[in-house]
């Protein structure tokens, strides 16, 4: 009898863990279905074309984050304005889920749409903000625009709570922007966003990116932002072109030491410039 309810026992241990080890596959099988969604999402709405102009040149890199379930809302977008300008933006949905990617589509459709009404950088971005907290979710975004005239070269901008650009000249000049930044979307009422105006030089580099290139427990974002004007200021003295410069800061991101997402958007100019 004591051998019978041993093997009783035995038997029902297996059943047991055979239950538990289904289940467990059925829990990847979904985080999995999950992650290869929310990709999926992602680069269903990132633009599949960039605008183009005499002597510019726009290059892009993501890296979505594809361990676990931390897939994020990072996004770029470069668009013609009506007045023959270029908007360029690059932003950062809080999260880490489909929830995230889904309400980053919302953020970057409803700030290109509003940019055919406006396209001045402090007023999109406060017309986006309205925009998002009128649609009551919990979610926020940072985010950075540009508005660029590639025939002089004449750029504004404005932050709400993003990391700020890289900047790079053909005579060996590189830095971080050094412009005001407002808060995020989504968060606050009534903000108005600072607009700081640069100039993009023959043979010089802008670099708009996400915290995911240059922030991780492996480099903090100051070092991570060092490391990009380095390959920026490279870049314009060697002439190097836009997407070997976007391939390059991309690369970089592995050394950050997280699974988020990392995005990259690089303008270059080299065409002739009005004055």
Known sequence: MPRKRSTDDGDALLARLGSLTAQARERAELQRTQVELAIALQRG???RDLPGAPGLHLAVRYAPACYGLNVGGDWYDAFPLPDGRIGLAIGDVQ???IEAAAFMGQVRAGLRALAFATGEPGELLARTNDLLLSLGSELFA????MRLDPASGAMESARAGHIPFVWATADGRSGVADDE???????QRGVEYPVTRHRLTTGGLFVLLTDGVVEGPSLDVEDGLEQVTRLAGIAAVA??????????VIKGAESVGHEDDAAVLVVGLDGPLRP
Do not use: K, Q, V, Y
Request: aromatic share 4%.
């Open 181 to 187: 930044c407002g808060p995020p979307l989504g968060i």
């Open 142 to 145: 940072t985010c950075t625009f």
């Open 239 to 248: 002439g190097l072109e836009s997407h070997a410069l976007a391939a390059a």
């Open 45 to 47: 709405m990132l633009p």
């Open 95 to 97: 999260g880490h889920n």
